[in-house]
């Protein structure tokens, strides 16, 4: 695929001739290549339009199926947005995610975003997306393609990125190994089993923990029921106990390595997790890769076996192990560094996410009745019906059909503005429900609790008529 720009000679009307194998090139204006529109400006206005339209026919279909069967579970909504309706309107982020820095774009985004938002809340059509965002508990579409961008570049295309004011180096996190490099008649898992310490021979127990934010790993080892040798680690607070745990059963396989007698070893692990990673051949870990490698050079040497154990049962070498990984974690340095998982990374990039959703929902002069209710964002958040009629000012209220040339005045029935703040905090024809509400008047953040919920739709119903 070759992008054309028409400047000084060259026309759309007759673009350059190319050939390939002596076979004539036809030049288009914009083709689909790998579910992803591309025009010659790579400006992909093209691909989004048809997003857009994808997107809305999805939504209507899933809203007539919802409005029969679902209508009262919203959540169930929003969980088929997260799962089919965002990714598919992120699909192809790695060819047009460059374009998020032009703000057109981005508001563009946005508009694709809408109507599933509307068909989540069941709002009026009217009421603005960064109030139905925020009702919907759902990040604007175009800051959560950053942080999917990001990630994106960061671990696929192993590139440093800033998002938000924050930067990512692609060397500081954990990168996996490619399944190519390797035969496949040479891989294979470690397997374990599930046998208790007998006390005879050389039993080593390892175990990971973390305390206050710190990492720390250990193992020790035994003899006939004896400790003869100990090694703790703290790792970088950036690491994670699966990794803290991945690390103590390094350091017995290296301890393993350094025997010179070729009696059976007995390694026992509290962690199930970390002894299914090594017994999973198609695991891509660089950590668990290295651990499989020298427990399997430790193999070739002598009997190396490894067992699982369930964790503060008594057992006297998982309780010292335990022990030993806690005071790991309280050392007053960082003895080991180890690449920060990605978990961390898109942990991250989530909080980075809120962050810039709560700066710009407190700069945006739209939907500003619903930042009295809402001043702060949250994912979880989720309002749905006849209290976002309350929430948003977008309901059957006389000054909402005045404001829209629906009605005639925008008084109340009592003589003043009638409008969604009207009805909650002071007229007197709503006085018996707004005596259930349980708020300070002065601050209508304190209103959103979930006891208020159904009195705030019996408001709302009562204004209907």
């Known amino acids: 695929m070759l992008p054309i720009t028409y400047r000084r000679k060259f026309s759309v009307v007759d673009p350059p001739k190319i050939r390939l194998y002596c076979q004539l090139v036809q030049a288009v204006t ?13 400006t992909f206005h093209e691909h989004f339009k048809n997003v857009r339209a994808e997107i809305d026919t999805l939504t209507y279909k ?89 990630a994106f570049l960061v671990l696929r295309a192993h590139e440093d990125v800033t998002a938000h004011g924050q930067s990512f180096s692609a060397e500081d996190y954990v990168r996996y190994d490619s399944p190519y490099e390797a035969h ?8 374990f089993d599930w046998v208790e310490p007998s006390g005879d021979g050389i039993e080593i127990f390892t175990d ?40 103590g059963l390094q350091l017995a396989a290296e301890y393993c390595l350094t025997l010179s007698a070729t009696q059976r070893v007995n390694i026992f692990s509290d962690s199930r997790s970390a002894l299914q990673s090594l017994a999973d051949p198609t695991n891509l870990h660089p950590l668990v890769g290295k651990v499989r490698r020298l427990l399997q050079k430790a193999r070739s040497e002598r009997g ?59 700069m945006t002069y739209k939907g500003r009745l619903t ?43 009592c003589g003043e503005v009638g409008d969604a703040l009207h009805y909650v905090v002071s007229c007197p024809l709503t006085d018996d429900l707004r005596g259930r509400l349980k708020f300070d008047p002065n601050r209508l953040d304190t209103l959103i609790r979930n006891e208020n919920i159904p009195h705030l739709c019996s408001i709302a119903k009562r204004v209907r008529g």
């Open 184 to 191: 496949p008649a040479a891989k294979g898992g470690i397997g």
């Open 62 to 150: 899933l809203s007539l199926m919802t409005r029969k069967w679902y209508h009262k579970h919203p959540d169930l909504i929003k969980k088929i947005y997260k799962g089919a309706i965002e990714p598919k309107a992120l699909f192809g982020h790695g060819a047009w995610g460059h374009r998020l820095q032009f703000k057109t774009f981005c508001e563009y985004m946005d508009v694709v975003q809408r109507r599933p938002l509307l068909a989540i809340t069941r709002a009026f059509k009217t009421t603005s997306s960064k109030a139905l965002q925020v009702l919907a508990g759902v990040p604007p579409l175009h800051i959560r393609t950053i942080e999917t961008y990001c």
């Open 304 to 362: 190396v076996h490894l067992h699982w154990v369930k964790a503060h049962v008594g057992y006297l070498g998982n309780e010292l192990a335990d022990g030993e990984a806690k005071a790991a974690a309280d050392e007053p340095a960082v003895t080991e560094k180890l690449p920060i998982p990605i978990s961390r990374m898109k942990s991250a990039l989530k909080a980075l996410t809120i962050r810039e959703w709560q700066k710009r929902w407190d």
């Open 30 to 42: 914009d083709l689909t290549y790998l579910g992803v529109r591309w025009d010659g400006g790579l």
């Open 208 to 247: 990971g923990s973390g305390i206050n934010d710190h990492i720390g790993a250990a193992m020790v080892v035994l003899y006939h029921g004896q400790l003869i040798h100990s090694v703790r680690r703290r790792l970088g607070d950036t690491c994670t106990v699966y990794q803290a745990e991945l690390f």
């Open 371 to 413: 930042f009295k209710f809402l001043p702060k964002v949250s994912a979880k958040c989720l309002f749905w019906g006849m209290v976002n009629e309350v929430l948003s000012g977008h309901g059957r209220f006389p000054f909402y059909f005045y404001k829209y040339g629906l009605g005639s005045d925008d008084l109340c029935a």
